[in-house]
């Protein structure tokens, strides 16, 4: 059983700085094609930004420029780092995985695999 576990969310000022991690377990995820989506109150949940197996990323719009996602495939991991944060980003943010295919759609429903999600507040 694939296991997601999100971390690093937080609150933080405008303009700030945060580092979220997502370990996958339960299987390798080399193969597979990891993302980040969030969701903010009263909105449909977006993909952020992707990462297939393969190297290639994607990112909204709305976050291209500012926020980077990478992934440690030694670890497990997906991180995504998040600079020059607005009021606007503020939501809960998943880790998610798709562990069929090893490229990226940004679709939900895409995507098998999902983590309880943290919450970032940022404040102006």
């Known amino acids: 059983q694939v296991q997601l576990v999100e971390s690093g969310g937080g609150s933080v000022q405008a303009g700030g700085s945060l580092r979220l991690s997502c370990v996958v377990s339960?299987?390798?995820?080399?193969?597979?094609?990891l993302a980040w989506f969030r969701r903010a109150p009263a909105q449909e949940r977006e993909a952020i930004a992707t990462r297939g197996s393969d190297g290639r990323t994607t990112y909204a719009d709305s976050v291209k420029g500012r926020f980077t996602i990478s992934r440690d495939n030694a670890k497990n991991t997906l991180y995504l780092e998040m600079n020059s944060l607005k009021s606007e980003d503020t939501a809960m943010y998943y880790c998610?995985?798709?562990?069929?295919?090893?490229?990226?759609?940004?679709?939900?429903?895409?995507?098998?695999?999902w983590g309880q999600g943290t919450q970032v507040t940022v404040s102006s």
């Open positions: 339960g299987y390798t995820s080399r193969g597979f094609c």
């Open positions: 998610a995985a798709n562990s069929v295919s090893p490229t990226c759609l940004s679709y939900y429903g895409y995507y098998n695999y």
